[in-house]
């Protein structure tokens, strides 16, 4: 499934808003913070991450289900759909 810009608004807002937090974390170990801060700041940056694509994935979903619900044929199939949310589970 092709990912168009009415799918991705949110998780690309996610995914640049970690980009910044990831390059506040490198400064922060190049610059030799504390661990506990480092960590902290790298953990949000995964869960960004994480939430980014489920962001993805739910916008799969509601496409393939309005879709279905149209008569049309789904891009991608629940079993795809839910192999891919599961990678990031």
Avoid: W, Y
């Amino acid at each position: 499934m092709k990912l168009r810009p009415e799918m991705t608004g949110d998780a690309l807002t996610r995914l640049k808003r970690a980009r910044g937090q990831l390059n506040a974390v490198i400064e922060m170990m190049e610059d030799g913070q504390d661990c506990r801060a480092v960590l902290t700041q790298l953990a949000a940056v995964s869960k960004a991450i994480d939430r980014a694509g489920f962001k993805i994935i739910a916008s799969g979903m509601r496409h393939c289900s309005t879709a279905r619900d149209n008569g049309e044929q789904p891009e991608m199939t629940e079993e795809e759909l839910e192999k891919l949310f599961l990678a990031l589970a």
